[in-house]
């Protein structure tokens, strides 16, 4: 008997983004002369594409009309710089940690940007997320703060005690300075839960390999519960324009627990994107399929997205989990602290086991609604 | 003699350049003062960054453009104006 795919809820998108997903999929379709193209970039700011649809426009035969605001012109500059900052900022740290002997790799960011649509100005970003290890971390901070780099969050939290939380997706810890007068957003990320081997294994080979980056992409989708658009549209580039060995990311993704995610996001991806993946990469993965996932765990990219309850959060990444033990590793994971219990009362260092008690605390109160994790909107890193 | 082939010019410390989004992108990042540059504008610094001499950048764009010299020597001392105001460019002494 045929096994019916499974598939996930399926959001339409409205009219005006129906035109924003053809301009920004991997091969762009430009709206008729009828859509005004003010309202087409408004939605793709909302969506927050706005550099790669106004590109697109603007690269097109039609091209923007004089109408159109030069406010638009300006806000791309903008974000062009911006990113340009970015890229320098990001390189000059990279060689500053380097030079404090601190391992730490880029995540996403203006790479991604130039990886997947060739210039770094067709993405927007709004902070540097760097990887580094836990056993790292407090020479990473010594050496961010150093440089004038201030905490925004964690602030005065020892960086040892910081280095033993984890939460899953955020950073816990930011940190920023002005650099040229515009605020420079850095965060330090030591562990990539709950694939968390994958950024050591990318460390000691120095670069993610183009498998494990697009599995932490589809984390970061999930993380979301898929209903950010800019990180779909990054995917579904990634696919038209970055070889992956589909056999090796099916096996990677099975020897981590993580195939439930990638088909997941597989599957979302095809319901908006007209992509090239091979049916029997799906068919493997539909062995992984989901048997009950709640509705909304998966998310409408073109609305808002609303925080769930955090009983609605964890029950939605409890049944991500597709292993046994990695269900396991969920529940004992919630019961850690995090920095914001670390940060919830301050305790002298020899009393720092207490922190799980507040946690335990916490979590008590999270039955009644409060002290959760952070929700996936929350959470975004 | 116009005042262009008189002094040199260089990008300004601080700032650095690259084509992005179909256009040259000037940052300043100590003032964090950025510029976009068109397609002849981006020819025109990549020109002064390389030879610092105006009056080469010129004969080096005469040889590019159909534009008759008084025109491109106009065109390059307004754009040398506008950078130097901004803080991108600045005199050259060496």
Redesign the interface.
Known sequence: MAVRPWLPPAYRPGELDHHVLRLCAPEPVCPPLWVHPEPLLERAQALDVF?LVF?RL??SLRGLPEKVSPAWEER???N??R???HD?EQQRLLARLAAAGVPALPLKGTRLAARLYG????RSQVDIDLFVPPRSLPAALAALEADGYQRTTAVGLPAARLAATGDEFTSGCALVKA????PVLVEPHWRLLPLDDLGHEALAAQGFSPELEFLYLCLQASSDRWGTFKTLVDLAHWIARQPLDWERLTAQAEQRGAARILLVTLRVLLHYFDLAVPEAALRRLERAAPRVLPRDAVANPFAPLTPLSPAATHRSRYALRERRRDRLAYLAFLLRPTAADLGAASMPAGLGFLSWGVRWLRLAGLLEGSGARPAPAEARG | MSPLRTRKVRPARDVVFRELGGEMVLLNLHSGVYYGLNESGAQMWTLLAELGDPARVVAALEREYAASRPQLERDLEALVAVLTEKGLLEADEN
């Open positions: 550099p590109h603007h690269q791309f500059r903008a062009a710089a990113n340009l900052l320098i210039d770094v100005a067709l650099v040229g007068g515009m």
